[in-house]
């Protein structure tokens, strides 16, 4: 636990927790250079406490609340490395600093190694199967290599990038698209390939020529086919895939998300499978499939053991619930 250093924060504060995320989840490779460690992910995390609980803002203040941080970071949006189900990306975010100061990490649990390859770090995070992870800096796309290697100034001016399963193209947000479209398509360079001119909040690849998105408030799970520019829905119920919970499918097109009540996932017949019930989607973010019957998200909760009158006591963990027992458990990273 951190010492009781706190920060006053309002409201939009705590929203811009929740950014956009998400991951490619391909078969694992077969190859000699991956060090297999399945038992590391209960060595490497532990239960949560009995007195964290979802996260609320809405109880009655008549000022904004006090935020007192548990931890001495924000674990932010994680992502899994494609080529390595024991590996996995994340921002960190030092709540201390004005502005926040937002840094990429690449955590292994096989080797419990944590490093930090870089700063000035926004949203919009992602890992290619060819290793390269991207993301949103202050000035546009930004790539570099997990080990650190070839980080570039700038790939090009969008933001909230998604390779696509090859990792030789990636869909981005176009931030001067107004009289044009809105969605790009570059290659692996950053050099536009393509648009499409539907806005998205929450998207994923399905496949190197289909992505599946949503629009905020259509409450659908829309397919889009890039070559012939037809959409077609997936499944519609009320709060799916929210803009600040991304999209993320597996090998089996299966797609990760949260409702209103539950995190979920769908089948691309529309059939839903509820995850996680105990918490709301405000409070869970950023699902998808990490290893076997485990799923790997971010968790914002709340830790009612010393709250008082207008004051919130809060963490955000990355988690890993394991379908087969129900269990849930948040990951110790090494600090």
């Known amino acids: 636990m951190k010492n009781q250093n706190y920060i006053l924060i309002t409201f939009i504060f705590i929203a811009l927790l929740a950014t956009q995320c998400k991951k490619k989840d391909v078969n694992i490779p077969n190859t000699s250079s991956i060090q297999y460690c399945p038992d590391k992910y209960m060595l490497h995390s532990e239960p949560y406490p009995d007195s964290f609980v979802i996260m609320d803002i809405t109880s009655s203040c008549p000022s904004s609340h006090e935020l007192y941080f548990l931890e001495d970071y924000i674990y932010d949006e994680p992502v899994v490395n494609p080529n390595n ?3 996995i990306a994340f921002v960190r975010v030092d709540p201390t600093v004005m502005g926040y100061d937002r840094e990429l990490c690449v955590y292994n649990f096989c080797t419990n190694k944590l490093d930090v390859l870089t700063g000035d770090v926004g949203s919009g995070l992602d890992w290619s199967i060819k290793d390269w992870i991207i993301f949103t800096g202050s000035n546009g796309s930004v790539r570099v290599k997990s080990n650190g290697d070839s980080l570039s100034s700038q790939v090009n001016s969008g933001f909230e990038a998604r390779w696509s399963p090859s990792g030789e193209k990636y869909v981005y947000r176009d931030p001067d698209w107004i009289g044009g479209t809105p969605i790009k398509i570059a290659d692996e360079t950053g050099a536009t390939i393509g648009s499409i001119p539907i806005y998205f909040y929450s998207w994923d690849w399905l496949n190197e020529n289909e992505i599946v998105y949503s629009k905020q408030g259509n409450n659908k799970l829309i397919k889009y086919d890039i070559s012939t520019g037809v959409s077609t829905d997936i499944v519609s119920h ?3 895939a929210p803009s600040d919970g991304q999209i993320s499918v597996d090998d089996q097109q299966r797609i990760y998300t949260q409702i209103d009540e539950a995190m979920i996932r769908v089948d691309l017949n529309g059939n839903i499978e509820y995850l996680d019930t105990n918490y709301t989607t405000f409070s869970s973010s950023f699902a998808q499939h ?12 709340l830790d009612t053991t010393n709250i008082g009158s207008c004051e919130n006591y ?9 379908e087969a027992t129900g269990e849930e458990r948040r990951v110790k990273i090494p600090e």
């Open 85 to 87: 189900p024991f590996e």
């Open 238 to 240: 009320p709060g799916i």
């Open 290 to 301: 990490l290893y076997g019957s485990k799923i790997l998200f971010k968790r914002h909760v």
């Open 314 to 322: 809060v963490a955000t963990y990355i988690s890993i619930l394991d």
